[in-house]
RNA sequence: GGGAGCUUAGCUCAGCUGGUUCAGAGCAUCUGCCUUACAAGCAGAGGGUCACUGGUUCGAACCCAGUAGUUCCCA
């Protein structure tokens, strides 16, 4: 049978993945083994594959399946989030192109609509991650809308709220104009943008003065109720008790006197607007001033406004301003630069907008959360982040939890026409309480909230709600697997996500939901830009794994991700990583295609080789274990990588390689054949996290295995080093090697060419053990040991010999000399630094022992290669 | 405005508690090879005043201070 000579990842990929579902190597359930648990970040149901995801959840996959290789119960658990906004938008959107408004359906119309969406859709990015190779247990699949999630959600809800942690409130929220919901502070975006600050004079009531304020939105002056200055302004000093009118509504307002304002900002004198702008309520709720909505739920003028009613307020800022203008009261227009909120998902400008709201106390619930993170009971990967973490969780505000949508979990709380409020989980139970409450009331219908919770306040729960551990607190599945290893997510939604799923966890669990938290970086194109549909730069995943192969994308992507740096994505890198499958492909090739003789003994050079490589494997192993343990994925990778292509197919295999006569292959020995199966098996595990199809491929191929012998669940291999002192006498063979191909190279002598080596000893014991392999690799004729040095040949000189080969063209003399000349400048000016080192008495004397000591010995190999060089240089002339 | 991090070869990054003439890797580049596993390959080569300035030290890419640039977080 013909193998081709590259690796083709369509026809496996596929293949092994229906392999592994058929036989339920994803699975798990509690046993007696260790688990490994990972929950993965719920995609949003509206999402397809990107950039992002690949990244996230290859590294969580090599994560799994090392572990399960390791023997322990892998449970990687899968799922998806229901995204309230952005779904909702989908949906609405979706259902505009029908030409049907939301506002023309009932609730229950309406969500009938997103879950047709959901169950047509929301299955598309779990099948994309299949085709990654992603070895989830599908079994365990959940969806943070699904009815167990959602009841943990309505019951942590109640329990919460009976616990005071839950209030209800008017509060200053950042409200989305266009989503028309409130977001949580997290959800805001700020960006610097070019404004206009506008200098407003209002005039002083009875008097003939005017006092000019700046603002960058002169559309919030119609809800004008103060005007604040500092108390220490001696510009202003004279105003106190004075009014002043606000134009074009002609309303009579109090000039306020308050430490808040910056003296230096605009003209030192302030508008107050409690109804739009944080620090105005702020200030309103001090000086129990009057608030004035004019900005609608929409972003348009409201009634209240009495002016531009219904139109936009961007729009309405350039007539006002133009108005004011007209009426002679704007002093003069500056361009600024500001900082301007916008929603993260509808990119709308944010607004600051007093409503009715729910809130999540996060002062105390939060305590355990911050301080298990500064104790190292959870740990953060890479560790920098401990500190964005600390600065957030100290300053933590209040959650709003509730969003003006329909798409999510409805609020559990029961209003009477009066405004009376019960929290409870059915209408039933909410009359129950009621009437205790409420004894003389005779209401019998209670109306409950319009409102849905945040979707964070679902995902907060997920570590613990996949398990069903608040249906089942005490079930096996949640004793077992919870707490869970490693969580792999991105740095963006380490407050909106990692930090609450950690509150909650210390909340309902009493326990950490994770021990480490490895935060990816992000995906960057070439030109810095976070990839994004709306950019359009992203690549499309699919079509990645369609070119370059499962593998090689995986490969590629890991290549260039350091824990917590962006990841600047260039399809070369998964060029690289394909490259590599094909590089691992043919090695597989060329053993495959020998011919075993079991009648011939094995040699001495196999043998030799056989040793250094299995001492070379456990050795680099061990570095592998090592970074892994630091969660270095990137550098295990490459480490691996190196060991495959440089020490297994670049000096390994060439060493063993059966010679060419006649233009055939010799045999090679059964001995030597089998230990190098064992040694490709070895190999392709240490392999198979990182390039799962074709590691598994190959496993078949190579021998005759049956359908549950995979390497999937293959045994991770264990090292043992008993002796290093080979791979100190194959350095020197590598070097050996590598000076007499450049030899070749420089002299343009053909590798086919054979050539005689001598070799002069002068320092140490002759070891002739290395000899047949330094003769393989470097096709040489004979190899023998002189006392003198050879005349005429070409040499090269290394610490403890030198060597020699001759060459039946003519040396040329001069150019020998000149280079055996830089050699021993190079070796004089060594010498040279080591010796004044060592005649520095303040060096003798401070340093460390073993310090001098090495400078001593470095100083005896210098001059005793200085002498040789010296030596051969007199002999050409 | 407050805080944190980063700055080492063309690119992406290593370089642990300071000690092999001021440094490594992969990719990219250049040169030569279609040498029967692999041109998605092989063999070789070039390339860095370790951001800048000063300090500590026998000795600094590494420690300290300042400067510049850059990224992120918070307001």
Not at 333 to 352: F, H, L, M, Q, W
Not at 689 to 701: G, R
Not at 758 to 764: A, D, I, S, T, W
Request: aromatic share 10%.
């Amino acid at each position: 049978m013909e193998i081709p000579k590259t690796y083709d990842p369509k026809i496996t990929e596929d293949k092994w993945y229906a392999h592994w579902l058929k036989h339920k190597f994803f699975k798990s359930t509690p046993d007696e083994r260790e688990p490994y648990t990972i929950v993965i970040p719920p995609p949003n149901v509206t999402g397809v594959l990107h950039m992002g995801h690949m990244l996230n959840n290859t590294i969580q996959d090599v994560l799994i399946r090392r572990a399960r290789m390791q023997g322990k119960n892998a449970c990687w658990v899968p799922g998806t989030d229901h995204a309230s906004i952005a779904t909702e938008a989908k949906v609405v959107a979706l259902l505009a192109e029908k030409g049907i408004k939301k506002t023309d359906l009932s609730r229950e119309d309406f969500l009938k609509y997103a879950w047709e969406w959901k169950e047509k859709y929301g299955g598309i990015i779990l099948k994309q991650l299949e085709k990654l190779g992603a070895s989830c247990d599908w079994d365990r699949t959940r969806f943070t809308m699904e009815k167990d999630l959602s009841d943990a959600v309505i019951d942590v809800f109640i329990d919460l709220h009976n616990k005071g942690q839950i209030y209800r409130g008017v509060r200053m929220v950042n409200w989305d104009p266009q989503g028309l919901t409130a977001v949580s502070d997290e959800e805001v975006i700020h960006k610097e943008v070019n404004s206009k600050l506008y200098y407003v004079r209002y005039k002083i009531e009875n008097s003939d003065e005017w006092i000019t304020i700046a603002t960058t939105r002169p559309e919030t002056i119609l809800g004008d109720t103060a005007i604040c200055v500092h108390p220490e302004d001696e510009r202003y000093k004279h105003l106190k008790g004075k009014r002043v009118i606000i134009p074009m509504v002609n309303r009579s307002v109090p000039i306020i006197f308050d430490t808040y304002i910056d003296l230096e900002f605009g003209t030192g004198a302030l508008k107050v607007t409690p109804a739009h702008d944080i620090n105005d309520y702020n200030l309103g709720v001090k000086h129990n001033l009057e608030v004035i909505d004019t900005i609608a739920a929409d972003g348009k003028m409201s009634a209240a406004a009495q002016f531009y009613i219904g139109e936009d307020r961007f729009v309405v800022r350039k007539k006002i301003a133009k108005e004011l203008e007209e009426m002679g009261q704007i002093v003069k227009i500056e361009d600024i630069k500001n900082k301007v909120g916008y929603s993260e998902r509808t990119n709308a400008v944010i607004e600051p907008r007093l409503s009715m709201q729910w809130f999540l106390k996060m002062d105390t619930i939060s305590k355990p959360a911050l301080e298990n993170v500064l104790n190292g009971e959870i740990k953060l990967i890479p560790e920098k982040f401990v500190n964005t973490y600390k600065h957030w969780m100290e300053n933590v505000h209040d959650w709003c939890i509730s969003r003006q949508l329909w798409w999510g979990q409805q609020i559990p709380a029961w209003y009477d026409d009066k405004g009376n409020t019960v929290v409870a989980k059915t209408h039933e139970e909410a009359l129950v309480k009621y009437k205790i409450l409420n004894p003389e009331s005779k209401t019998l219908n209670l109306k409950q909230d319009e409102d849905v919770l945040d979707t964070w306040f679902s995902s907060w729960l997920w570590p613990i709600s996949v398990f069903d551990g608040f249906k089942n607190p005490d079930g096996k599945d949640i004793n077992y697997y919870y707490p869970t290893n490693d969580l792999v997510t991105a740095p963006e939604i380490l407050f909106f996500w990692v930090a609450r799923m950690i509150i909650a966890g210390y909340e309902y669990r009493g326990a950490k939901p994770f021990t480490n938290v490895y935060l990816t970086g992000i995906v960057r194109d070439k030109q810095g830009r976070k990839m994004s549909k709306s950019l359009g730069n992203s690549p499309d995943p699919i079509e990645l794994i369609e070119k370059f192969g499962a593998d090689g994308v995986r490969v590629g992507m890991l290549l260039c991700s350091p824990a917590g740096n962006d990841l600047p994505f260039d399809e070369s890198m998964c060029e690289q990583g394909r490259n590599f499958s094909n590089k691992i492909w043919n090695a597989f090739r060329l053993i495959k295609g020998w011919e075993v003789d079991s009648n011939i003994s094995q040699n001495e050079t196999n043998k030799i080789a056989i040793q250094w490589f299995e001492t070379k494997f456990d050795e680099q192993l061990e570095i592998i274990n090592d970074l892994y343990s630091k969660y270095r994925m990137s550098e295990a990778l490459m480490a691996t990588y190196k060991l495959v292509w440089d020490d297994f197919c670049a000096w390994y295999l060439e060493m063993i390689k059966p010679e060419f006569v006649d233009g055939k292959s010799l045999p090679i020995d059964k001995t030597t054949y089998d230990e190098t199966l064992v040694i490709f098996e070895k190999i392709l595990k240490v392999l198979h996290p990182f390039t799962p199809f074709i590691t598994e491929e190959i496993w078949h191929l190579i021998i005759e295995r049956n359908d549950k012998d995979c390497i999937i669940v293959a045994e991770w291999p264990k090292t043992k080093i008993e002796d290093t002192l080979i791979l100190n006498h194959f350095e020197v063979v590598m070097e050996v090697v590598s000076n007499i191909r450049n030899i070749r190279k420089q002299k343009n002598i053909s590798p086919k060419e054979k050539l005689k080596l001598f070799e002069k000893v002068n320092q140490g014991e002759i070891i002739k053990k290395y000899d047949t392999i330094i003769m393989k690799l470097c096709n040489l004729s004979s190899f023998e040991y002189v006392d003198k040095k050879v005349d005429g040949a070409f040499s090269f000189v290394l610490k403890h010999a030198e060597y020699y080969i001759p060459l039946s063209q003519n040396i040329d003399v001069a150019a020998e000399s000149e280079r055996l000349t830089k050699d021993l400048d190079y070796n004089k000016g060594f010498l040279r630094s080591v010796q004044a080192k060592l005649a520095n008495e303040k060096f003798v004397s401070n340093a460390k022992p073993e310090m001098v000591e090495n400078e001593k010995k470095k100083l005896a190999d210098a001059e005793s290669k200085i002498k040789a060089i010296e030596e051969q240089l007199a002999g050409l002339k």
